[in-house]
């Protein structure tokens, strides 16, 4: 790679590990660290569960679209999405134009387990959780794929080894 890119999109399904991993790229590359869904509950003064609640899902990926706009302005930042973020061809254009967009890959059957005892994402509020992920991967991985520079498999043992490998890569 050609120097640090300096914007990084960490994209991919719930429980990826966006966050995790998004967290010690930013430190280990001396970038500022964005979670749009946070950024999102900063401006709704609300968590996401009770704008999906009050607004839907639809309300809440115009809020997602609104606040990616915005933060696709701001330099040197690692930016970790919600999943649902690629949805909207405007934001996988953003997205990808903003900078280097890495997907974090995982299996359905991983996800769920790394996500089985989380209640604060309102779409794994169903009775099957398991066949959720696997119709999420099943319309969300081409999408992911599609505007990524790298895809990275997070079957790895743990997020130091992951962010060693991705921190050697972009440097
Ligand atoms: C969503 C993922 C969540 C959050 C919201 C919807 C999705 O973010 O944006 O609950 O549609 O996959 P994470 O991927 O950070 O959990």
Excluded at 78 to 106: D, K
């Amino acid at each position: 790679m050609n120097g640090v890119p300096n914007n990084i999109i960490l994209v991919g399904l719930m429980g990826a590990g966006k966050t995790t991993v998004g967290k010690v790229l930013a430190k280990r590359l001396g970038k500022v660290f964005i979670d749009s869904d946070h950024e999102i509950e900063k401006r709704c003064g609300v968590k996401i569960p009770t704008i999906f609640e009050m607004e839907g899902e639809d309300g809440f990926r115009k809020r997602e679209a609104s606040v990616i706009k915005d933060l696709v302005a701001l330099d040197n930042i690692v930016l970790a999405t919600g999943g649902g973020s690629v949805l909207l061809p405007e934001n996988r254009e953003n997205l990808r134009e903003f900078g280097y967009v890495i997907y974090l890959r995982a299996n359905p059957h991983d996800l769920w387990l790394r996500t089985r005892h989380d209640k604060s994402r309102p779409l794994l509020n169903t009775p099957n959780p398991q066949k959720k992920f696997r119709e999420l991967f099943a319309i969300r991985d081409p999408l992911y794929t599609s505007i990524a520079h790298q895809i990275i498999d997070t079957g790895r043992p743990n997020v130091n080894q992951l962010t060693n490998q991705l921190v050697m890569q972009l440097e």
